[in-house]
Each structure stands twice: as C-alpha cells, then as structure tokens.
C-alpha cells in the first residue's frame, strides 16, 4: 500500500470503530442520564 492509501484506509477504519463504539455507548449513557 502506498501512503495516501494507507492514511485514508486508517481514517475509514478508525471512523467504523468509532460508530461502533458510539452505537454501543450512546443507549447506556442515555440510560444514565435518565433520558
């Protein structure tokens, strides 16, 4: 892989787990919050 790609490939990757992480988290918080 070749730079550019590389970098784009991290940024994609990392923009999934961060939804994912958001997807899981965000009903708990809500909950403790008391929304």
Excluded: R
Excluded at 15 to 35: D, H, M, R
């Amino acid at each position: 892989m070749k730079g550019p790609d590389l970098k784009s490939y991290v940024e994609a990757t990392e923009k999934k787990l961060v939804a994912k992480v958001w997807a899981t988290a965000a009903p708990g918080a809500l909950k403790l919050l008391g929304f």
